[in-house]
Each structure stands twice: as structure tokens, then as C-alpha cells.
């Protein structure tokens, strides 16, 4: 089964935000879809998640100021830890990402999304806004490791009524995105020697790898003076 | 078990006064508390130690000295001694001056601290802070195990020759706790000279606590000092008690919401759910201890804080009278009665001292034989 988690970062309700993440997410399902309805949250082999992040925003106050995740919140951090692939739509707030958007990604523990196929969506009012998906989210993504589908897709509020005015209209644009990412999920056979290059790789002090494990101690502190 | 408390040493405005304590009045609080700890029964005082304000206690061995005189049998401890900015020699000789001094009554925690600044401030690098905790520690432990130490290392000048004084009374080390919330390598570390492990279990969910105890109790058993449920665990907490638990709730909520650490994030309702935050009254925290049990296993220490926050003094003396008088007693009946006979009790000099004398005298029984 592959897994999907859409994340929208839209305040209103009904939110255009919310209506590219569906938008998305149905012509991205629609890619991957093995066709057969196989369960109440997985249609043709896909589970999607979405999360609403205004949903979460007391939740992410009081993980900045506290320091973990409760409730809501948590879930929603574990849907994206499963996640094959994230849809992720945000509205232009002050020439960029929301706040909000952004404080779900602040709490995510380093190299969560790392290698993860992230498809990238924003909405604003104007065209004019339309760079904010290459110069703030992708750049965003970039340092969190993610692999950004190369068409992220805009939507201005003149795209929900209007055919391509001189270029791909927006649901040309969504199907090229959702093609994209759903060509990221096509299974690739497995890289011998993945476990030999887990193993080369340096210890990372404090990373929660010590718990499933564990590393002797004897080559811990032999790894200091390294 | 033992059970004791735990100071930051915080100087905080009391919220429904407005009034700050000075420095001088928050040093002589700590030593107030200090002692009445000891006067209500309790067996254990920690500082913490912190480099900058609005914290006091930046030089834990002198506090711990005066109340060495001022008190019997209280164990002197910290919550933590910076294993990462201090130099390992002079915590050696510190704590093992402190050690005679106090007749024993002392052990110590080790930990890594909550500033960032403060790596710097002391000529070292915070990217390097476990490095530091575990070739730091392993010089400490061998300036109190070896009396003549040639060591060689990353973040210290080499010894040659070198022999730390004191030498630790009676030739036993102080024990050492390692306290982490979140750090696997610490708990490893904890596992693998057999010292104590010690979680916060303050600001964080059980789950974590959880989660790097049952680490320090596998690890353990794996480096053979015992079995799992035989490793030496102990746990912080917090509570304010009033004989009626609205009371509690109502006098203590001023304080929760203004808090440095959490004010302005959760309603205490929900942290109190979250954690293991208990406001309420003598019976709720003596059931809320308990429950820690359930996560941690059979443990031996239980360290409470109590003056933080901006409590005034004389709150803060009323919640230990509170403590020692309605709540440890019970919690001692309750945790001994189902602790299994196999499973330690909490470290003292003098059970220290007993296994070191009863390990000597196998040795020499096996050398006649």
C-alpha cells in the first residue's frame, strides 16, 4: 500500500487551499490507483492522510514552548513518518509560506521528510505571487531533504475560473505535478549495499537511532577521538 | 527508595506579587529548603548548576559544603554537574573533598545542562557535548578508581603521573547518576559502567521517559551488572499539594502560567495530563508516584521539585512539610511492600562501602582457596 499525506495550511473553510490539496491528491491517487476500492481509507492501494493544519494550531504553540507533540498533533507528525510521498499546499502570507505552515515543519525532528517525494501547492489572491513556490517553499524542502517534484503547482484566485489564459491551465498543471510525483513512487529495485552504507555512515550523537540500535559503548568512546 | 528534591535555582518574580527575590535571598532560600528537607525526612537534596541568570547556584560544592555541616544524613547531590564544561579533574577533587567533608552523605548527576552559550563561555563547542560527556566521565571515573593516572585525550591536556586529592573517602567513588531526557548514548553510557540512570520526567511525556529507561535497564543487563530490573533508576517529578486539591489547582495556577518553562504554551490541565505534573492533594500525588512504577519499573530514587517558578519561600517550606509529613511516608510503605527482594535499594556510602568490602573478601576467600 502506498501512503500519502496531504497537508493544507489553508484558515477558511471552504478554503481554496483546501480545494488544490484535494485537487491534487485526486489526480495523484488517480495515478498510482491499482483501481480496486480496498478499504475505508486506502482506494485502489493508496491511504491518504490529510491534515489540516489550523487544526493543529494550539497543539504547535505549545510544542514550540514545551517541546513535544501532543495529541492531534503527534498523529498527524506520525501520518507523515509513514507517509510515502507528502502533497504539501500552503497560502501566500507576507510574500511567503504561512506561519502556520511553517511551525509544523519547525517541530518535525530533523531528517523526517529526508529522500520523501514532496509535491508543492500555494494559493494567493494574484499571479503575482506565483514565485513564492521556488523562492520559500522549495528552498524550505531543499534544506529539509525532501525531493521536490519539479512542477509545483499555483493557483491564483483568477485560475479557478479561467481556461489557460497563454499556458497550461491549472488542472494541466496539476495532472503534470500529480504525473510527477506518482512516477517518484514507481518502485525502484532495491541499491545493493545499503546496509554496507548505513554502516559507513558516522555515528549521529542523540539521533534516536541508539534505541533500536544500540551501539557498544566501547566503540562509542573510541569514536570520540576518531 | 530514596526520596529527596531537586532545585534549578531559579530567581523568578512571584506572579501574584510582582516581587523578585535577590540573589542573596533565592541562595539562602536554597539552603532553607535544604535543610528542612532533611528535617521532614527526606533523603536527598540536589542543586542544579547553571552559568547564567536567572539561575544561582553556579558553584554546587560550596552550597553542598556548608550544608554538609548543617545537616546528618542527607544525601548532597546535583541535578546536574556539567560533565561537559567542567574539567573532570577538578570535579574528581571537588567531590571527593566534598565526599570527606560530608562523611559520605554526597553522590552527584551528571548531565550536559540546558544553555547553549554556556559551551562557549568555558572554551568548548556544543556540537561536541556527548564527546565531552563520555571522555570527560571516563577520566573522572579512572582519577577515583586509579590512585596514578596517565591519560591522554581529545578535549583535555594529557595527566602523566597525575593523582587526584583527596583520594575518595574509604576508597569508594562518590556515586554517579547520568541523567538524560532524550539522549540514547547517555543511557549506554549509564548501562555501561553500572551507575545510576536518571530521567526528569518533568517536562516531557511518559512515553520518552519510558523509552530511554527500559534502553538504560536492556543495556544493563547486556554490559552484566545484573539483571534488567536490578539497574539503579531514579526519577525527578513535580507536584504542589494542598489537603484539598482545588486548593492546589487554584493557588498554583498563577505560578504554572507565568512559568520560564511553560507559561503561555498548555492550560495546566492539560500538561498535568501530558506529564507528570501533579497539583492536588496528598493522596493524588501519592497515586500519581505510584503510577511511575508502571513505566519505570521498581526504582530507587524519587526526586521532587518543589521551589521553582517564583514560590515564595514559605510556600515552598509548607509543600515540603506537606511532602515529608502526608506523602513520602506512604510512598515508602507502598514502593517497599512491592519492591521484589532481588532489586537494590537506592545507593548510600554505606551500602557502597559494604559491597566493596563483601567483593574483597570473595576475592580473597578465591585467592586462599
Do not use: C
Not at chain 1, 166 to 183: C, F, K, M, Q, V
Not at chain 2, 154 to 160: E, G, M, N, T
Not at chain 2, 301 to 313: E, I, T, V
Amino acid at each position: 500500500m502506498t501512503r500519502i499525506a496531504v497537508l493544507s495550511a489553508g484558515l477558511s473553510n471552504p478554503s481554496s487551499t483546501r480545494l488544490l490539496a484535494d485537487r491534487l491528491t485526486d489526480r495523484v491517487v488517480g495515478r498510482l490507483s491499482t483501481g480496486s476500492p480496498d478499504g475505508d481509507d486506502t482506494q485502489g492501494g493508496v491511504r491518504v492522510d490529510v491534515i489540516e493544519v489550523r487544526e493543529l494550531a494550539h497543539p504547535l504553540a505549545d510544542n514550540l514552548l514545551t517541546g513535544f507533540p501532543s495529541g492531534a498533533l503527534e498523529a498527524a507528525i506520525e501520518a507523515v513518518r509513514a507517509a510515502d510521498a507528502l502533497i504539501v499546499v500552503s497560502p501566500v502570507f507576507a510574500a511567503s509560506y504561512s506561519g502556520l505552515f511553517k511551525m509544523f515543519f519547525d517541530v518535525l525532528e530533523p531528517d523526517l521528510l529526508r529522500g520523501k517525494p514532496v509535491l508543492l501547492a500555494a494559493t494567493a489572491g494574484t499571479a503575482r505571487h506565483s514565485l513564492v513556490l521556488e523562492h520559500a517553499l522549495r528552498p524550505l524542502f531543499a534544506y529539509l531533504g525532501a525531493t521536490t517534484v519539479p512542477t509545483a503547482v499555483f493557483a491564483a484566485s483568477e485560475d479557478w475560473g479561467s481556461a489557460a489564459a497563454g499556458g497550461p491551465s491549472l488542472n494541466d498543471r496539476i495532472d503534470r505535478a500529480a504525473t510527477e510525483l506518482a512516477a517518484l513512487l514507481a518502485p525502484v529495485p532495491a541499491v545493493s549495499g545499503t546496509d554496507h552504507a548505513d554502516r559507513a555512515r558516522p555515528h549521529r550523537w542523540g539521533s534516536a537511532d541508539g534505541f533500536e540500535h544500540p551501539v557498544e559503548f566501547t566503540d562509542l568512546l573510541r569514536s570520540v577521538q576518531a | 527508595m530514596q526520596f529527596g528534591i531537586f532545585s534549578v535555582g531559579d530567581v523568578t518574580p512571584d506572579p501574584t506579587t510582582g516581587r523578585t527575590p535577590t540573589e542573596h535571598e533565592r541562595i539562602k532560600a536554597m539552603i532553607a529548603i535544604a535543610e528542612k528537607a532533611e528535617e521532614v525526612g527526606l533523603d536527598v537534596f540536589a542543586t542544579g548548576e547553571h552559568h547564567n541568570p536567572p539561575f544561582v547556584p553556579s558553584s554546587p560544592t560550596t552550597m553542598l559544603g556548608y550544608l554538609a555541616a548543617k545537616t546528618q544524613k542527607l544525601i548532597l547531590s546535583t541535578a546536574t554537574t556539567l560533565i561537559t564544561t567542567n574539567d573532570p579533574v577538578k570535579i574528581a577533587e571537588d567531590f571527593a573533598m566534598l565526599q570527606h567533608i560530608a562523611d559520605g552523605w554526597v553522590d552527584l548527576m551528571l548531565g550536559r545542562g540546558n544553555t547553549g552559550p554556556v559551551y562557549p563561555w568555558f572554551g568548548q563547542d556544543i556540537r561536541n557535548g556527548i564527546p565531552l560527556s563520555l571522555e570527560n566521565y571516563d577520566l573522572l571515573r579512572r582519577l577515583w578508581t586509579e590512585d596514578v593516572v596517565d591519560w591522554q585525550g581529545k578535549f583535555r591536556s594529557p595527566l602523566q603521573s597525575f593523582t587526584a586529592t583527596p583520594r575518595p573517602l574509604d576508597g569508594v567513588a562518590p556515586f554517579v547518576w547520568h541523567g538524560s531526557i532524550r539522549s540514547p548514548e547517555i543511557a549506554e553510557q549509564a548501562a555501561y559502567y553500572g551507575d545510576g540512570f536518571f530521567h526528569n520526567n518533568i517536562f516531557w511525556p511518559m512515553s520518552h521517559t519510558r523509552q530511554m529507561i527500559e534502553l538504560y535497564r536492556n543495556r544493563f543487563e547486556h554490559y552484566g551488572h545484573g539483571d534488567a530490573d536490578q539497574a539503579i533508576v531514579g526519577l525527578g517529578g513535580q507536584a504542589f499539594i494542598r489537603k484539598n486539591s482545588q486548593d492546589a489547582v487554584n493557588e498554583f495556577r498563577p505560578y504554572f502560567d507565568h512559568a520560564p518553562v511553560y507559561g503561555g504554551g498548555p492550560s495546566l490541565e492539560d500538561f498535568s495530563r501530558q506529564t507528570p505534573l501533579t497539583v492536588g492533594s496528598p493522596q493524588q500525588v501519592i497515586e500519581r508516584t505510584l503510577s511511575f512504577r508502571d513505566y519505570a519499573g521498581d526504582y530507587q530514587r524519587q526526586l521532587f521539585l518543589m521551589d521553582h517558578a517564583g514560590l515564595p519561600l514559605k510556600t515552598v517550606l509548607e509543600q515540603l512539610d506537606l511532602l515529608g509529613e502526608e506523602v513520602v511516608p506512604v510512598l515508602r510503605k507502598e514502593f517497599a511492600a512491592l519492591r521484589p527482594a532481588h532489586v537494590p535499594a537506592g545507593p548510600t556510602h554505606a551500602s557502597l562501602l559494604a559491597a566493596q568490602s563483601a567483593k574483597n573478601e570473595a576475592n580473597a576467600q578465591e585467592l586462599t582457596v
